[in-house]
T-cell receptor, first 113, second 112 residues
């Protein structure tokens, strides 16, 4: 697969533990903050998003937290599984004309059996 | 099956040659994007298009060109002006304004 995870920060967790992946963003004007997951050799896949006027949103086994005061976004994965091993990207988007999706650098999550 | 297709998966070119990467989608999405991904880096936006016959430069457009003559297609040309073209290129599409973008499998371009 593609070696896109090389040299990225790595988070190593034990299978079954909870994972917390953090991201600092820069654009306070973004309307949405989003998490994507990229498995080896594949394109990124959408996980969950959160609107800028919210501070928490839950999905299936995942929770996204937004702290606008310190411009911090986190993704919590409950009961981490081997299939969660991937590179995780935070992204941000403004709505409106010519809106674009801007990605952060990514973090590699490695799940130990 | 609906989806977004990039071809080819691997592409080799000699330095100084232009090369065009294909991206086709049958999701009926108006918005399409091209990103470049290098080891240890995130996805950097090259060009994006919100509607047919219109496109905008992203953060690293220099040395690249695009066209959007059809809704389904958004080809990217890597020109000889791009100083470091070897990279993994990803195409995506979405409904404009939506946060969920659908990505292709990527094209690995190697320039020798």
């Amino acid at each position: 697969g593609e070696s896109v995870g090389l040299h990225l920060p790595t988070l190593s967790v034990q299978e079954g533990d909870n994972s917390i992946i953090n991201c600092a963003y820069s654009n306070s004007a973004s309307d949405y903050f989003i998490w994507y997951k990229q498995e080896s050799g594949k394109g990124p896949q959408f996980i969950i998003d959160i609107r800028s006027n919210m501070d928490k949103r839950q999905g299936q086994r995942v929770t996204v937290l937004l702290n606008k005061t310190v411009k911090h976004l986190s993704l919590q994965i409950a009961a981490t599984q081997p299939g969660d091993s991937a590179v995780y990207f935070c992204a941000e988007k403004r709505t409106g004309a010519n809106s674009k999706l801007t990605f952060g650098k990514g973090i590699t999550l490695s799940v130990r059996p | 099956d609906g989806g977004i297709t990039q071809s080819p998966k691997y592409l080799f070119r000699k330095e100084g040659q232009n090369v065009t990467l294909s991206c086709e989608q049958n999701l009926n999405h108006d918005a399409m994007y091209w990103y470049r991904q290098d080891p240890g880096q995130g996805l950097r936006l090259i060009y994006y298009s919100q509607i047919v016959n219109d496109f905008q430069k992203g953060d690293i457009a220099e040395g690249y060109s695009v066209s959007r003559e059809k809704k389904e297609s958004f080809p990217l040309t890597v020109t000889s002006a791009q100083k470091n073209p070897t990279a993994f290129y990803l195409c995506a599409s979405s409904i404009p304004g939506n946060t969920e973008a659908f990505f292709g499998q990527g094209t690995r371009l190697t320039v020798v």
